[in-house]
């Protein structure tokens, strides 16, 4: 199993629906994040989690929200999809104090139509 | 705030080629630097990092300077593979130093696409 798993893989939704990416880990680590990648802009940060109690907007979370459900869940919901937010998404985890560098799942592609 | 710079893309070379992939960034502090790299379907894998001016970071023949004095962090590879095919990202971490931890935060570059030929 990888260590950082993402689901769904691919997504498809409409315009104006809800939708949660979700992101589940068995690193270990205490941090999380989401990402978007879209072509030319590299890797944006939405949201970030140094733990359970600890949640962060990062550059670009207007019209996103977060949910830190335990150590080793974090998702991300679109509570009004928009064609904007078409989308890769990653979730990636790291470890608290010596900059290892991050671990990342394998991504969430969306569309919204 | 921090910013990562990388060169434009996409580089094309043909196998066995020298690889330069240019970048540059601006932080306040003494941020760690890092090099990722995307297989095609895949997430980012980190490829290989330094942690203060002058380390060298490498990994799997690429190779990056930490050189404060430039603000840059170049990655090069002496022959590239086919393989190599991937998009590379350039990043720092804002180091903190909030009683000596790292708030680990990483700040990317747009990506440089890398495709090699036989």
Not at chain 1, 19 to 35: A, F, N, P, V
Request: one cysteine or more.
């Amino acid at each position: 199993d990888a260590d950082v798993t993402q689901t769904p893989r691919n997504r498809i939704t409409k315009t104006g629906k809800r939708i949660m990416l979700e992101c589940s880990q068995t690193k270990g680590h205490d941090r999380m994040y989401w990402y978007r990648q879209d072509p030319g802009l590299g890797l944006r940060l939405i949201y970030y989690s140094f733990d359970v109690k600890d949640i962060n907007k990062g550059e670009i979370s207007d019209g996103y929200s977060v949910s830190r459900q335990a150590q080793a869940k974090f998702s991300l919901s679109l509570e009004s999809a928009i064609p904007n937010q078409t989308a890769l998404y990653f979730c990636a985890t790291s470890i608290r104090g010596l900059n290892y560098g991050y671990t990342f799942g394998s991504g969430t592609r969306l569309t919204v139509v | 705030g921090d910013s990562v710079t990388q060169m434009e893309g996409p580089v094309t070379l043909s196998e066995e080629a020298f690889l330069t992939i240019n970048c540059t960034y601006t932080a306040t502090g003494y941020p760690s630097l890092f090099w990722y790299v995307q297989y095609p379907g895949e997430g980012l894998q980190l490829l290989l990092k330094a942690t203060k001016a002058d380390d060298k970071g490498s990994n799997k023949g690429f190779e990056a300077t930490y050189r404060k004095e430039t603000t840059s962090f170049h990655l090069e590879k002496g022959s590239v593979q086919v393989s190599d095919s991937a998009v590379y990202f350039c990043a720092l971490s804002d180091a903190g130093n909030a009683g000596g931890t790292s708030y680990g935060k990483l700040t990317f570059g747009q990506g440089t696409i890398l495709t090699v030929h036989p």
